[in-house]
């Protein structure tokens, strides 16, 4: 596998403001994804982080709400924007590594909760 | 529209006994399936997977069925430890490297 971190691992913001997370990846990796867990609930794909170009959206996210940047192959960042409660969950970057096609590796997530 | 499902959202099991855990899938066209554990704040480890071309797939204490034809997954734990608690995934991909994840299933080992 590879260490995959992300920061912060958790925080508490206020309504309306923006948050950003990181993701940093210690090999190479061929794909990288951002998913959300909300309370209660299963994983969910929110876009395929792309290098050097614009994140591939899944349907019912949007780029204004959620900004993605992967600037190289071993890093990525989502923003959370113009947060609301219904924003507080668990936010996953996961990677597919060179060497093994398909298996999805994570990182340990970003606790968000929006006051 | 959930294309996997699981449809136990619980299972308590003695240690030492076998763990099954179950998931039933919709689209024919995933050819790649696996099973992840997630603790409490942490994210899902990945554990175990199969594709379409097999049936089965062993390793170490967890096993993997899969039967194509009724569309349906099932992970073996034997013997299950109370370590093994925690809540597992079962998640499917195909062609664009995207997984579709399962509701999970909490897993809970009884000394």
């Known amino acids: 596998?590879?260490?995959?971190?992300?920061?912060?691992?958790?925080?508490?913001?206020?309504?309306g403001t923006s948050l950003t997370i990181?993701?940093?990846v210690?090999?190479?990796?061929?794909?990288m994804f951002w998913y959300r867990q909300q309370p209660g609930q299963s994983l969910t794909l929110i876009?395929?982080?792309?290098q050097g170009s614009e994140a591939t959206y899944e349907s019912g996210f949007v780029i204004d709400k959620f900004p993605i940047s992967r600037p190289n192959l071993t890093f990525s960042t989502l923003t959370v924007s113009n947060?609301?409660?219904?924003?507080?969950?668990?936010?996953?970057?996961?990677?597919?590594?060179?060497?093994?096609?398909?298996?999805?590796?994570?990182?340990?997530g970003t606790r968000l909760t929006v006051l | 529209d959930q294309q996997v499902k699981q449809n136990s959202p619980s299972l308590s099991v003695q240690?030492?006994?076998?763990?099954?855990?179950?998931?039933?899938?919709?689209?024919?066209?995933?050819?790649?399936?696996?099973?992840?554990?997630?603790y409490p704040a942490e994210g899902p480890t990945f554990l175990i997977s199969?594709?379409?071309?097999?049936?089965?797939?062993e390793d170490g204490r967890f096993t993997v069925f899969l039967n194509k034809s009724a569309k349906h997954l099932s992970l073996h734990i034997v013997p299950s430890q109370p370590g093994d608690s925690a809540v597992y995934f079962c998640a499917a991909g195909g062609a664009t490297n995207k997984l579709i994840f399962g509701t999970g299933t909490l897993?809970?080992?009884?000394?």
């Open chain 1, 26 to 31: 210690d090999s190479q990796v061929t794909m």
């Open chain 1, 1 to 15: 596998s590879a260490v995959i971190s992300q920061k912060p691992s958790r925080d508490i913001c206020q309504r």
């Open chain 2, 107 to 111: 897993l809970a080992v009884q000394p």
């Open chain 1, 83 to 108: 947060m609301s409660p219904e924003d507080s969950s668990i936010y996953l970057c996961s990677v597919v590594l060179a060497r093994t096609r398909g298996t999805q590796y994570f990182g340990p």
């Open chain 2, 50 to 57: 199969i594709s379409s071309i097999k049936d089965k797939n």
């Open chain 2, 15 to 38: 240690e030492g006994r076998i763990s099954i855990l179950n998931c039933d899938y919709t689209n024919s066209m995933f050819d790649y399936f696996l099973w992840y554990k997630k």
């Open chain 1, 47 to 50: 876009a395929t982080a792309n």
């Open chain 1, 22 to 24: 990181q993701c940093q």
